[in-house]
């Protein structure tokens, strides 16, 4: 029956055009689909290789401290021939910031968080660039000192005659009590580039291994300040001078045959500016350094798009650094394939 014939042809071409897929299985020559069994992809996934992700973790510490810079809050001194005491002004000015001090190593723990872009090579290789924050041990210091409060002009006596004549020779200032604070914080800001290693998926989990170097800039910011021990008031002496002498600190070196003090201002002086003081001062300094990082954790497909990762990671944020340093930390986030 040629009728027949000719619709059994049309009902099979039908069939073919429609499930291109299942003609090829009848007849064996087309290549079997892409597996995602052991490779941790999704379908939705091929065709796409960039992600983006985001951690939160939590890090032990072992870096360097902030140490007070000598000079920054000045220490009470006592001059070793007379037993006056003084103080110089603290190192640096008001307007400029002061160089930070790193100290020995010392044990702490921060929160640390991280977001980056990654891109999958291939079902094993995975490339990312990552910038991570963290902080780093910080400093709290008092100190009670003395400040600069006033100054007044002093003579020495000359005897002409036996009749005393002062002959003016420079300035004493007053000290007051004071206490003087420094606070300083540390934090770190890491640029990574890392290779990850997939190591295929186990039940929907995929462990991995990598690793990775970059940049790391360690910030030191902070802040001293003075304030008046009687009251707690902030400190602002004032030192200006008088005319009728010339523009000399001086200390009291002894006394006369006739008891009057003797200044000088040959003696140990402090280091102190006629004018209004004004000895707080801003902190700030930052040091760059090479980094590298060994990582390890699991992967979880949550979704054809979002895999939760759970991960370690070991970082040293200075490799060619004197003073080693080493920072473990245990971090949880989200990968997302951009589809």
């Given at each position: 029956m040629p009728m027949r014939r000719f619709i059994a042809a049309a009902l099979a071409a039908t069939a073919l055009s429609v499930s291109p897929t299942l003609a090829?299985?009848?007849?064996?020559?087309?290549?079997?689909?892409?597996?995602?069994?052991?490779?941790?992809?999704?379908?939705?996934?091929?065709?796409?290789?960039?992600?983006?992700?985001?951690?939160?973790?939590?890090?032990?510490?072992?870096?360097?401290?902030?140490?007070?810079?000598?000079?920054l809050i000045p220490q009470i001194l006592t001059d070793p021939l007379t037993g006056v005491k003084y103080v110089n002004a603290p190192i640096g000015d008001a307007g400029n910031p002061v160089s930070a001090t790193r100290g020995n190593n010392q044990s702490s723990r921060s929160a640390s968080f991280d977001v980056g872009l990654g891109y999958r090579y291939n079902d094993y290789l995975r490339l990312e660039a990552t910038y991570n924050f963290f902080h780093g041990p910080g400093l709290g210091y008092a100190q009670s000192t003395l400040c600069p409060n006033t100054t007044s002009a002093v003579s020495n006596y000359t005897?002409?005659?036996?009749?005393?004549?002062?002959?003016?020779?420079?300035?004493?200032w007053a000290p007051t009590a004071c206490n003087g604070y420094l606070n300083a914080s540390q934090y770190n800001n890491l640029l990574l580039g890392s290779a990850y290693i997939d190591l295929g998926n186990?039940?929907?989990?995929?462990?991995?291994?990598?690793?990775?170097?970059?940049?790391?800039?360690n910030t030191v910011s902070g802040s001293t300040s003075f304030f008046n021990a009687s009251d707690g008031s902030p400190f602002l002496g004032?030192?200006?001078?008088?005319?009728?002498?010339?523009?000399?600190?001086v200390t009291q070196?002894?006394?006369?045959?006739?008891?009057?003090?003797?200044?000088?201002?040959?003696?140990?002086?402090?280091?102190?500016?006629?004018?209004?003081?004004?000895?707080?001062?801003t902190i700030s300094s930052t040091k760059y350094t090479i980094a590298g990082a060994l990582m390890a954790g699991i992967g979880y497909q949550l979704s054809p798009s979002a895999t939760l990762d759970i991960g370690y990671r070991y970082i040293s944020t200075d490799l060619l650094g004197s003073t080693r340093n080493s920072n473990q930390e245990v971090h949880v986030g989200v990968r997302y394939m951009a589809n």
């Open positions: 090829a299985d009848l007849f064996g020559s087309a290549p079997a689909p892409m597996s995602m069994q052991g490779s941790g992809l999704s379908e939705s996934e091929v065709g796409t290789n960039w992600y983006l992700r985001g951690d939160i973790g939590y890090m032990l510490q072992n870096d360097a401290t902030i140490i007070p810079s000598a000079g005897y002409p005659g036996g009749v005393p004549t002062p002959v003016p020779v420079g300035y004493l186990y039940w929907g989990v995929t462990p991995y291994i990598g690793a990775g170097a970059g940049l790391n800039a004032n030192t200006s001078a008088t005319a009728g002498a010339p523009l000399v600190n070196t002894g006394v006369d045959a006739q008891g009057h003090p003797i200044y000088t201002p040959l003696g140990v002086q402090p280091q102190v500016a006629f004018g209004t003081q004004n000895w707080n001062r």
